[in-house]
């Protein structure tokens, strides 16, 4: 895939995230052309019209509503349309009512010639990033989900918080599904070169103290979205500045360590599911995933979780046909 000059990226979507992630990327400068879809197409308009009035604040760029013909020469387009998770319901509760959402746009995106590298925001991320490379035809890696690349912040700024630290120079990851089976691989948790248990005797932390803490934040990452949705309905801001970090990775050819939703051909002793793990991203989508040398306790919960991830792609097979 070859980047073109303009920078093209559709959002089909226009909600809390797409909207949210379309205000990232006008405020980071990412994009030169942004393409609003949404069935409400007032909605979409209305989006285009606002940050378009930001112009003068912003970098240049070409925003405006449009239809999926414009997918044809876009760099990306993100898909963050679907039904959204309520309160008490998980996002594998969401599967086969988006899977169906997913077949009707995803195949409207390929009609228009689109060849370029698709980011699915929407939950399950997992499933649906999964449906989206079966339903497009494409490269697996150009078929990328969000994955655990929010968990993964989520778990960064807590430590950092904890230990007083720039969540920037924590370097810690969250694997598996983007949902309740997610696990912390605490092998590879660093601040700095430090593993965290080092960490813990240079802030003076008793060692079943900080474990028992560490616990607790890693609880608190993976119940996040529901203490969230409790309080404003739904997540959004978060995952759109992933999104934002994700498509500047793809747009100036980083090669950058993202912790996202790929396939997996047998990496971690697992393959034929998409699962968050970290991967190098560049221009062409995935360039590569690091596999990690997981003791035999986390590789236990990462088979665990793409178990799961495997029965709920069993639920939506019937629609790959």
Request: hydrophobic share 40%; with cysteine; glycine share 8%.
């Amino acid at each position: 895939m070859i980047i073109t000059k303009t920078r093209k990226v559709v959002v089909v979507g226009a909600g809390f995230v797409g909207s949210s992630y379309a205000f990232s990327l006008v405020n980071q400068g990412i994009a030169e052309e942004i393409v609003i879809i949404d069935v409400n197409t007032s909605k979409a308009e209305g989006d285009a019209m606002d940050l378009n009035h930001g112009m003068p604040f912003a970098s240049p760029a070409k925003i405006y509503s449009g239809n999926y013909s414009e997918c044809h020469n876009a760099d990306v387009v993100v898909i963050a349309a679907g039904a959204n998770q309520k309160p008490g319901e998980t996002r594998l509760d969401l599967v086969e009512k988006n899977a169906k959402i997913f077949k009707e746009i995803v195949n409207k995106v390929m009609a228009s010639g689109f060849n370029g590298i698709f980011l699915i925001a929407t939950n399950p991320v997992d499933v649906l990033s999964y449906a989206t490379w079966k339903f497009s035809g494409l490269p697996a890696k150009r078929v990328i989900g969000s994955g655990t690349i929010l968990d993964t912040a989520r778990f960064r700024y807590m430590l950092g918080n904890y230990y007083g630290v720039d969540t920037r120079n924590v370097h810690a990851y969250i694997l598996g599904e983007h949902g309740d089976s997610e696990f912390p691989a605490w092998s590879h948790a660093y601040i700095g070169s430090q593993s965290l248990a080092d960490f813990s005797k240079t802030r003076n932390i008793d060692p079943v103290q900080a474990e028992k803490d560490l616990q607790g934040i890693f609880e608190n990452v993976r119940d996040a979205a529901y203490h969230i949705i409790e309080r404003k309905g739904a997540t959004y801001y978060g995952i759109a500045m992933g999104l934002a970090r994700l498509t500047k990775a793809i747009l100036n050819n980083e090669s950058s360590i993202l912790t996202i939703s790929t396939l997996l051909r047998g990496e971690y002793e697992t393959e034929d599911v998409y699962i968050g793990v970290p991967a190098i991203i560049d221009k062409h989508g995935v360039q590569s995933i690091l596999e990690f040398n997981l003791p035999p306790d986390e590789l236990e919960k990462f088979n665990k979780s793409a178990k799961v991830l495997k029965e709920n792609i069993r639920i939506i097979q019937k629609h790959f046909s």
